[in-house]
């Protein structure tokens, strides 16, 4: 059985729930995914399911061949599974696939921030903006060290590029699953900008 979809997120909304309650939703676009492959552990070393979502512009002969008359998908994605039994290439796979109150785990690419000092990258309290230190209330301060090591650790906290990572977001709630326009109302924030690329799987902690 397939334990996850590939979708994009459209954006944040809000519904009202029991109570009148309102409730923070991010509102995700869910396949309809197909399945392009299926990889077995005799053959593969491992069980897992490839899913085509989206339509490409322009692919190579390649690409063409791979999904063969499937259709031309823009992103291809593997899910592990514990085994391939009931599941075809050429299944469909779209929103049916989650429940109301479930819970799931989102995976997408954080917004990228460009390249950043380390007060906003990680924090740091910059320094004094006394005793004629004008122009340091920003800077790292001294990353190195004497005679030993005589060199900067690596992992260092210093400025650089920040954000654009993958992120896994666990345990968001279900709040609605429509199954009628394959869309997923998750509650809480989901990782990435609007019309990212996202993995939706089913959390292991609702079993």
């Known amino acids: 059985m397939m334990n996850g979809i590939i979708g994009k997120k459209l ?17 995700l676009a869910v396949g ?6 299926l990889r077995t552990v005799e053959k593969d070393g491992y069980a897992a399911a490839q899913l085509g979502f989206g339509k490409a512009k322009n692919l190579a002969k390649a690409e063409k061949g791979h999904t063969k008359d499937l259709g031309e998908f823009r992103h291809l994605r593997e899910f592990r599974l514990e085994d391939t039994a009931g599941i075809e290439v050429g299944a469909k796979i779209d929103a049916g696939l989650f429940n109301d109150g479930e819970l799931i785990d989102v995976t997408g690419t954080s917004k990228g921030k460009g390249f950043a000092g380390g007060v906003k990258r990680h924090g740091f309290h910059g320094g004094p903006k006394t005793h004629g230190q004008s122009d340091r209330h920003r800077a790292p301060g001294s990353v190195g060290s004497t005679t030993t090591p005589g060199r900067v ?21 279900v709040v ?10 998750v509650r809480g924030a989901v990782p990435g900008a609007k019309n990212g690329l996202i993995l939706i799987k089913k ?4 079993k």
């Not at 944040?12 to 991010?26: F, I, S």
């Not at 309809?32 to 492959?37: D, G, N, W």
């Not at 650790?153 to 709630?173: D, I, N, S």
């Not at 959390?203 to 609702?206: E, M, V």
């Open 11 to 27: 954006g944040m909304t809000q519904v009202y729930g029991e109570g009148g309650k309102a409730e923070p939703v991010t509102v």
């Open 32 to 37: 309809p995914c197909t399945v392009t492959m």
């Open 153 to 173: 650790y690596p992992g260092t906290r210093m400025a650089g590029h920040m954000g654009h990572e993958q992120v896994t977001v666990r345990c968001l709630k």
């Open 176 to 185: 609605k699953a429509d199954k009628e326009k394959n869309l997923l109302l």
């Open 203 to 206: 959390s292991k902690k609702s």
